[in-house]
């Protein structure tokens, strides 16, 4: 089992404990390890087969949750999870897709009202029968009749970028161990750094397909053969997603590539550009219109294709018919930023409030990924659930910062430097839960909206505002609320939001969680064209959180951002002036 399917596991556990009014802290362990789980790159399967190593070294998994990983990878099920499903109706789980329901107001809505479907919850919305319960009303009524559209939209159900990411590496691991296959890599959506991916398609060089073929079909994670040919395999692989893979020559491996690639509009606007031009441009390669017998021209690599029609390479995040062509052709393609252009991390949290390593563990795992500087950024007051820090707890917590430092500093010249944050709440009322008093003593702050996300787009962006143009708040964390298939963005004026932010110098984040990626590519280019800056964070609530970097700079890159145009690129001295000039 991948990464991927063992977290959505125990979400799921979870999920149906709590359902049943099961023991909070047992409900908090399986969701504790399904971010935990969520978050390791690494397959588990390596980490179990490795003697030197064990699950228990995993934060937050004990010897029960160790066991279950051990089934879940040797027999793909967890006999747990079965028995749990047979005593929920699956009515629940449809219900459960619908953002703003979690399991206790689902059991509610169970208890009062007979429900089979999402239908039938649709038309007690629409009946007015669900206001009428303890705890619910006419507004939730109606948040809950939108979002069920929502979750009907099977445009949310597609799989996150890092969760086709794992199956991707799998099944690019397994087609390179055929020796028929002289070069194989992986296109569509998930090479495009898309945020969600609805199928994979693998493209492999080879002059012996019929073996590729079936070494595909071998592999031990074919679920379903949807169809077996002589250029084409179409298989159903984890979590049902289908894995389309093409065998092509390497004359026509770079053309195929591209076309595979995408996106549609892309191409689209690609293959008019080369008619223009007397060419013809199609899976195969580049050939002259005017030619009978259509001899390809170029094909072989994709720089090659691109160069045929006076383009120099697009790379593929930009490939969706928005400016690439204009940047292409007048030699103005952004230099994309890298993982390797981030210097740190600015927003994470601790043990403090509702991170599950210490201060110290988070930095020792920031020294260990090549960071320089991080922010600890806990939450503040006002999110009581996740023990949110007063002004007493985070001074404590900033002199234990200090006391770090000099730690640091004293082994020997540190190669981190930790920075005093808090990401501070935006109140439903406006304004923040901490004074600016305690706000001027700290390095970097991150303002957040977390309460009142179904106001009004003119009550949200007035608290928004509010927190942009606070002299002391450096950056607005997850600026559109939004969680990828789980709930849609809260009302906005984001473009009010950029033109303050580009005129106060306040940052806005690109989140690096692959559930967030918030702002989203298209926000994020408008910022860009506002000069807005931005920090690319992960949020991270653990230490194998800090791994989710990558999925942020591959929705930076979607949005065209450069080194320049990011923060924590910046080297500490530079980003610390950045941030006295705001005060």
Not at 484 to 512: F, S
Not at 570 to 577: C, I, N
Request: aromatic residues 6%; hydrophobic residues 40%; negative net charge.
């Amino acid at each position: 089992m991948t990464n991927a399917e063992i977290a959505l596991i125990f979400d799921h556990v979870a999920d149906l404990l709590e359902y049943q009014g099961s023991n909070v802290f047992r409900v908090r362990a399986y969701r504790n390890a399904s971010r935990l789980v969520q978050g390791i790159v690494e397959p588990l399967a390596t980490i179990r087969d490795d003697p030197d190593r064990s699950f228990l070294d995993l934060d937050g998994i004990g010897k029960d949750l160790a066991k279950k990983l051990e089934t879940l990878l040797d027999s793909g099920q967890l006999p747990m999870l079965k028995q749990l499903e047979e005593e929920v109706p699956q009515v629940v789980f449809d219900l459960m897709r619908v953002p703003g329901l979690g399991p206790k107001k689902v059991k509610l809505l169970m208890a009062e009202i007979e429900l089979e479907s999402l239908d039938d919850l649709e038309k007690a919305c629409q009946d007015g029968r669900v206001s009428l319960l303890k705890g619910f009303g006419k507004k939730t009524e109606s948040t809950i009749l939108s979002n069920i559209a929502f979750a009907k939209n099977p445009e949310n159900s597609r799989l996150l970028w890092n969760e086709a990411d794992q199956i991707v590496q799998l099944v690019v691991k397994w087609m390179k161990e055929c020796k028929a296959v002289q070069q194989v890599e992986a296109a569509g959506s998930w090479r495009r750094g898309k945020e969600t991916v609805g199928d994979i398609d693998i493209l492999v060089e080879s002059h012996q397909p019929s073996e590729v073929m079936s070494h595909l079909v071998a592999w031990e994670h074919t679920d379903q053969v949807i169809v077996q040919g002589d250029t084409k395999t179409s298989i159903r692989g984890p979590r049902g997603i289908q894995i389309d893979m093409r065998v092509v020559a390497k004359e026509s491996f770079g053309a195929a590539w591209q076309y595979f690639t995408g996106s549609k509009e892309h191409n689209v606007r690609l293959r008019s550009r080369a008619k223009k031009l007397g060419l013809s441009i199609n899976e195969y390669g580049v050939s002259q219109l005017d030619q009978s017998g259509g001899k390809i021209v170029a094909g072989q690599s994709e720089k090659e294709l691109y160069k045929a029609v006076g383009l120099e390479w697009i790379p593929p995040e930009l490939r969706e018919n928005h400016r690439e062509f204009e940047f292409a052709e007048n030699h103005q393609l952004p230099k994309l930023i890298t993982i390797d252009d981030i210097c740190g991390d600015l927003h994470m949290h601790t043990t403090a409030t509702d991170g599950e390593a210490t201060l110290l563990e988070m930095a020792t795992a920031s020294i260990a990924r090549g960071l320089r500087y991080i922010a600890i950024t806990d939450h503040s007051k006002r999110v009581t659930m996740a023990r949110g820090l007063d002004d007493t707890r985070l001074y404590e917590q900033w002199e234990a910062i200090d006391q770090l430092n000099q730690s640091l500093a004293s082994d020997g010249g540190s190669p981190l430097v930790v920075l005093k944050g808090i990401e501070v709440d935006i109140l439903e009322k406006g304004g923040l839960d901490l004074s600016d008093e305690v706000l001027s003593h700290a390095d970097w702050v991150v303002a957040s909206l977390h309460y009142g996300q179904q106001q009004s787009q003119e009550q949200i962006t007035g608290r928004l505002l509010d927190a942009v143009c606070n002299p002391y708040v450096s950056c607005i964390g997850h600026p559109t609320g939004r969680l990828i298939n789980r709930r849609p963005a809260y009302k906005v004026d984001l473009q009010c939001i950029i033109n303050a932010a580009a005129e106060h110098g306040t940052c806005l984040e690109i989140n690096a969680n692959p559930w967030r990626l918030d702002l989203d590519d298209r926000c994020a280019a408008a910022a860009k064209e506002a000069e807005v800056k931005f920090a690319i964070s992960t949020d991270a609530h653990s230490t194998i959180g800090l791994d989710v970097m990558r999925c942020g700079i591959l929705q930076a890159r979607r949005a065209g951002l450069e080194a320049r145009d990011v923060v924590n690129t910046m080297p500490l001295s530079k980003l610390k002036e950045l941030i006295q000039k705001r005060h």
